[in-house]
């Protein structure tokens, strides 16, 4: 009797034992198919500091003085007195013009002012022997009127032969052609024996660099941004907006500058606007043609929320990100989108400092979702407060400081 008892509480021990096996079982098999069927994601915490909202805007230099020298007279140039590429100051001779016909002119005018000069002076003496003859009543009055209009007439000659004289002069001088501002040279200068005309004929090109310019086209959104942005310095420092460069081999220009003219319109083809900012260039390290990334700075944002632009989405007129929940299943957050800065959103509202979000596997992805979590950081990412824009390609550069 004792072990037929014995025999049956052993049956059920051993099968419970085997219940427990098997449920067991059942719950590794099925935490291994969740693990199995989580979806790969990569993900990285919200950013949270001061963050400047600043502008970028590919821009090019361009000399803030450059003029075209052309000749005042026609002629071959026979003298050469610089060379292309040429440091000179204002008043310097750069070309002088074959001036033998001008010397010609003015040896004749000279002749012809002396004539007219010497017919002035007869006739003036001869009016005073009229006008003496005339009070003695031995001439008429007419005499006396018709000697005053010959006198009348050689001093109008005199006068205008005076007036050739100083063109034939000035023509002479102007054969010698002097740089009209401080500047260097272009190297497009003309050759000896070149035939320059007047008005027509670009002999050298001379430009001022220091200071220089730095010209860049912005939206009417970058350009309300833009004034926003002035307005807060404004009541915040005397101090205008501030302007850097980054040159194309992705260094810092050493020195700030200042915006400093604004075009008056949006140009009709592209719905831009012009804008220079003004930079000293003592160095002469900036050159005209150049191209460059101009950045506006503006006011910053204490305590920012950063999330990248690749983690939000949209539906429906609304913006999303997905976090990584409780038990690593995804979770969809409606947030309030604000600038944006280089790669990240600003957040103004739905996520905090703590939460982690989704950056890389979002097709597809639902929520209430298992993830199998990697986290990355920015660095590794790409992710940056700079714009990530091509903007030394010359076309484009191009394009957006002559719109």
């Known amino acids: 009797m004792f072990f037929r008892k014995n025999k049956k509480l052993g049956s059920i021990v051993a099968a419970a034992l085997s219940a427990m096996l ?38 090019q230099i361009i000399g803030k003085d450059e003029v075209k020298v052309q000749s ?17 100051q204002e008043g ?21 002012l002396a004539q007219a000069e010497a017919n002035y002076s007869d006739a003036s003496q001869d009016l005073e022997r009229y006008e003496q003859l005339y009070e003695s009543a031995a001439i008429a009055e007419q005499t006396v009127t018709n000697q005053q209009a010959k006198v009348n007439a050689y001093y109008a000659a005199a006068a205008s032969n005076a007036a050739l004289l100083r063109k034939a002069q000035e023509d002479l001088d102007d054969t010698v052609v002097y740089a009209p501002m401080t500047g260097q040279l272009s190297i497009d200068d003309v050759a000896v024996g070149t035939y ?11 430009g001022s660099s220091d200071p ?23 009541d915040a420092s005397p101090h205008p907006v501030e302007v850097s460069l980054t040159l194309s081999d992705g260094s810092v220009y050493p020195y700030l500058g200042e915006v400093v003219e604004t075009d008056r319109a949006l140009t009709q083809n592209t719905g831009s606007l012009t804008i220079k900012a003004i930079f000293p260039n003592p160095e002469s390290s900036l050159l005209p043609g150049m191209f460059a990334r101009v ?16 983690a939000v989405q949209q539906l429906l007129g609304k913006s999303f990100v997905m ?25 103004k509202s739905g996520i905090t400092e703590k939460d982690t979000v989704v950056v890389e596997g ?22 940056s407060l700079s714009p990530d824009m091509n903007l030394f390609d010359a076309d484009a550069a191009k394009k957006a400081s002559n719109s």
Do not use: W
């Open 323 to 347: 976090v990584v929940g409780d038990g690593n299943k995804s979770e969809a957050r409606t947030v309030e989108l604000g600038d944006l800065v280089g790669s990240y959103y600003i957040i």
């Open 212 to 234: 220089i310019y730095a010209q860049f086209s912005v939206s009417e959104t970058e350009y309300m941004k833009f004034m926003n942005i002035q307005q807060v310095q404004q």
């Open 362 to 383: 979002l097709t597809n992805l639902q929520e209430g979702k298992d993830l199998k979590v990697t986290i990355v950081t920015p660095e590794e990412m790409g992710f």
């Open 72 to 88: 005042k007279v026609s002629g071959k140039i026979v003298e050469k007195y610089v060379r292309g590429g040429q440091f000179v």
């Open 295 to 310: 950045k506006l700075s503006g006011r910053v944002i204490p305590g920012a929320l950063l999330v990248p632009q690749r």
């Open 196 to 206: 320059a005309a007047p008005g027509a004929t670009t002999l050298v090109t001379i």
């Open 92 to 112: 310097q001779p750069l070309y002088k013009i074959d001036s033998r016909q001008y010397e010609s002119a003015v040896l004749q005018a000279r002749a012809n």
């Open 22 to 59: 098997l449920l067991g079982g059942c719950g590794d098999d099925q935490q291994q198919a969740a693990k199995t069927n989580a979806s790969p994601v990569k993900a990285m915490r919200v950013i949270k500091q001061d963050t400047p909202l600043n502008s970028e805007f590919a821009g």
